[in-house]
């Protein structure tokens, strides 16, 4: 399906220090078109370069999250090298180095390029109606995003490989009690739930969470004692920063602090 040049393919609000990005192809169930994965990933920068955005939640609209790849175009990647670069590359890329905590808000379908969206983020938050799958194999292919990686890193292998090699989809309950999400909730208080946690995350010191999640997505990078040594680095240069005098006095003054980001 051609998206119209005029469209919104992602909406984007402010809700305070945390930005709302909501995919808008709800007739396709937010399939990741070609167009929909630029516009994404121009958002995110737009909210990564505001300094007064401190999270980002990522939704979509109508019945679903995300169905996966738009598959009218997944023929066009036939003969791609492997270094070539494909039309999900920026955005998954983007979302793996990404400078603020990203928290998806999942309702309805996540399959495919859906699930591998939810695994990029940071914390999903998903509504009972939530199904997590990478169908993938029932195609004739894998997944080409970061599912393989991702989803043995959230799950574990036993469970990733039931997910990945039979391609049948699990439920909220399931991929909650598994880790690839954080909480379940209704459905209806997706949005809020994640846009509430996003601001509780908000409200700590900015340099701080950054840093702090910059040392967790390298656990899985990085052998333990360099992991340990970045979290050592870390740990010194949020020290060294304003808001760690702000907050070590306001704690000692039985106040709440202002940080600042500095």
């Known amino acids: 399906m051609t998206d119209q040049l005029t469209e919104t393919l992602v909406s984007a609000e402010r809700h305070g220090p945390v930005a709302l990005l909501t995919l808008q192809r709800a007739a396709s169930h937010n399939a990741l078109s070609r167009g929909l994965v630029a516009e994404l990933a121009g958002r995110l920068a737009d909210a990564a370069a505001d300094p007064e955005v401190r999270a980002v939640v990522i939704a ?57 969206l939810t695994l990029a983020c940071d914390i999903a938050i998903a509504g009972r109606s939530a199904r997590f799958a990478v169908p993938e194999v029932k195609l004739g292919v894998l997944p080409g995003a970061g599912g393989t990686q991702r989803l043995v890193h959230a799950v574990g292998k036993p469970k990733a490989m039931r997910m990945l090699l039979t391609g049948d989809p699990v439920d909220a309950a399931w991929a909650r009690d598994a880790g690839l999400v954080a909480d379940v909730v209704d459905d209806e208080q997706v949005v809020p739930a994640a846009l509430e946690l996003a601001a509780r995350i908000a409200r700590n010191a900015p340099r701080a969470v950054v840093l702090a999640a910059d040392a967790a997505r390298r656990a899985h990078d990085q052998p333990l004692q360099e992991g340990l040594a970045t979290e050592r680095r870390n740990f010194l240069l949020a020290l060294g920063t304003d808001d760690a005098r702000e907050g070590l006095s306001a704690f000692t003054e039985r106040r709440q602090p202002a940080f600042t980001g500095r």
């Open 60 to 116: 979509g609209a109508g019945p679903a999250f995300c169905a996966g790849a738009d598959i009218t175009e997944v023929p066009a990647m036939i003969g791609a090298s492997p270094t070539d670069e494909l039309p999900f590359d920026r955005l998954f890329d983007t979302l793996a180095g990404y400078p603020k905590p990203t928290v998806a808000a999942v309702h309805g379908t996540a399959f495919g390029g859906g699930c591998e």
